[in-house]
């Protein structure tokens, strides 16, 4: 089956400092991938839909400038969380469809990120 | 009222009992509707995916969808330990997932 990679899967980085999360598909070219955000005991919430070789578009409440999408090629999409506050600690997860698939077809995820800002 | 609701439980069930996990969403539509299994500090895996009104099975678990109810649930046949996690019930319109909070599961051994 499709498989997403996401890298690193912790991550611990000093206030103010920047850190970036690699999120890549592995056997299929994925124009759009997906980045959550999930806080302990919390749902999955949508920050921003990534989309090759334009700008993401963020949801409500997401700083972009804060949160940087870079989706340069059809297998890689980044976020960088940059000048982090501990408030940032979070669990932050990719997902990508395959377009190949055709439809509205399952999502698959990453292995998610725990940031911990010190 | 959220778009996607859960009952965030804990709902405990016995080993070999079925668990009923339930979901409900607001966005008439919505076109697909997915549950995924996240275990404590993983990301969420696919466990069943529903397009059409009825019943799917796979396995141990039968995914439901109700449109006109706008409604779908998962039962879980024989549950076992390895089964206590977070269910979350996701629903796709035309592009975006929304998920709900997630119901956490506990089967007793």
């Known amino acids: 089956g499709a498989v997403v990679s996401q890298h690193p899967s912790r991550v611990i980085c000093k206030s103010g400092t920047s850190v970036k999360i690699e999120c890549r598909s592995l056997?299929?070219?994925?124009?759009?991938m997906f980045w959550y955000r999930q806080f302990p005991k919390q749902s999955l919430m949508l920050m921003a839909t990534s989309n090759e070789g334009s700008k993401a578009t963020y949801e409500q409440g997401v700083e972009k400038d804060k949160f940087l999408i870079n989706h340069a090629s059809l297998t890689l999409s980044t976020l960088t969380v940059t000048s982090a506050h501990p408030e940032d600690s979070s669990f932050y997860i990719c997902s990508a469809r395959d377009p190949s698939k055709g439809g509205i077809t399952e999502a698959f995820f990453g292995q998610g990120t725990r940031l911990t800002v010190v | 009222q959220k778009e996607v609701e859960q009952n965030s439980g804990p709902l405990s069930v016995p080993e070999g009992a079925i668990a009923s996990l339930n979901c409900t969403y607001s966005d008439r539509v919505s076109q697909s509707f997915f549950w995924y299994r996240q275990y404590s500090g993983k990301s969420p895996e696919l466990i069943m995916s529903i397009y059409s009104n009825g019943d799917k099975e796979d396995g141990r678990f039968t995914a439901q969808l109700n449109k006109a109810s706008q409604y779908v649930s998962l039962l879980i046949r024989d549950s076992q330990p390895s089964d206590s996690a977070t269910y979350l019930c996701a629903v796709s319109g035309t592009y975006k997932y929304i998920f709900g909070t997630g119901t956490r599961l506990k089967v007793l051994a």
């Open positions: 056997d299929f070219q994925a124009t759009t």
